[in-house]
T-cell receptor
Framework: EPEVTQTPSHQVTQMGQEVILRCVPI?????FYWYRQILGQKVEFLVS????????KSEIFDDQFSVERPDGSNFTLKIRSTKLEDSAMYFC?????????????FGPGTRLTVL | GEDVEQSLFLSVREGDSSVINCTYT??????LYWYKQEPGAGLQLLTY?????DMKQDQRLTVLLNKKDKHLSLRIADTQTGDSAIYFC??????????FGAGTRLFVKA
């Protein structure tokens, strides 16, 4: 069964460093998403991406964040200068085009720890 | 604005039924989901219901939707210790995002 994969499963970084979280969505999906879950809190929407551009972003997704689909298979989330409060589980999700099965498939998550 | 509310905790005895409740605000929701999250793990889609349905049954899981009251519930029959987890209610409006509730932590006592 096709699935969304994410790497790494756990990333530890120093405050101020840049991190790139990687996702490989399901191959025929066209809509891509990043969500964040701070430990013990709810899953929060960060950004959605379609047709090589951001469709919607939340107020969490400030200038420190960027997304990219560099090669047609990967979907990345970059945090330019990490802060302690960026420590969270980051989930990637993808969705098929309209007319297909209209549900988001989530990856297993990357746990980001900022020291 | 869009919001999804859930109670935070539920404790049941093994073998009993669990009912987890959720309310949502966006009447244009097209899909309503239940996700399960075990400690340190990702999100597992348990089941979902289209907004034009009242009920969906899938083995031990029953989802009830009251669209008028914007109320969704998940019933787990014959709850087992392996069902202990956090259960997230979520709504998808057909736009570009899913809105999650804060999650209900289910404790199953042996």
């Amino acid at each position: 069964e096709p699935e969304v994969t994410q790497t790494p499963s756990h990333q530890v970084t120093q405050m101020g460093q840049e991190v790139i979280l990687r996702c490989v969505p399901i191959s025929n999906h066209l809509y891509f998403y990043w969500y964040r879950q701070i430990l013990g809190q709810k899953v929060e929407f960060l950004v959605s991406f379609y047709n090589n551009e951001i469709s919607e972003k939340s107020e969490i997704f400030d200038d420190q964040f960027s997304v990219e689909r560099p090669d047609g298979s990967n979907f990345t989330l970059k945090i330019r200068s990490t802060k302690l409060e960026d420590s969270a589980m980051y989930f990637c999700a993808s969705r098929a085009p309209a007319g297909g099965q209209d549900e988001q498939f989530f990856g297993p998550g990357t746990r980001l720890t900022v020291l | 604005g869009e919001d999804v509310e859930q109670s935070l905790f539920l404790s049941v005895r093994e073998g009993d039924s669990s009912v987890i409740n959720c309310t949502y605000t966006d009447s244009s929701s097209t899909y309503l989901y239940w996700y399960k999250q075990e400690p340190g793990a990702g999100l597992q889609l348990l089941t979902y219901i289209f907004s034009n349905m009242d009920m969906k049954q899938d083995q031990r899981l029953t989802v009830l939707l009251n669209k008028k009251d914007k109320h969704l519930s998940l019933r787990i029959a014959d709850t087992q210790t392996g069902d202990s987890a956090i259960y997230f209610c979520a709504e998808y409006t057909g736009g570009f995002k899913t809105i999650f509730g804060a999650g209900t932590r289910l404790f199953v006592k042996a």
